[in-house]
């Protein structure tokens, strides 16, 4: 890794919590297979909109990603995934 890439971490407790929180049954638990599967599917979400808005900046010559970058870009992520 780059020393000027950050490491992105989600805990695997919050994202359990997250998923059991849309749950319509108490009783309905979350496997561990899942849990680690959605934390790396929301690492390479997260990766991919700083990418994909670091780029929309560069394309509108700003030196600085703003929220209005990550909004443009947001539709067509979220197609994607």
């Known amino acids: 890794m ?8 989600f805990k695997k407790e919050t994202v359990s919590k997250v998923l059991t929180m849309f749950f319509k ?10 849990v680690n599967l ?7 979400f997260a990766v991919e909109a700083t990418r994909r808005s670091m780029k929309q900046a560069e394309n509108e010559d700003c030196d600085v990603v ?6 443009k870009i ?8």
């Open 2 to 9: 780059d020393s000027t890439e950050l490491e992105i971490v």
């Open 66 to 71: 703003d929220l209005e970058h990550v909004e």
């Open 38 to 44: 959605m934390t790396e599917m929301l690492k390479i």
């Open 74 to 81: 947001l539709p067509e992520l979220l197609l994607d995934f």
């Open 25 to 34: 049954d108490e009783k309905t638990k979350v496997s561990s297979d899942a």
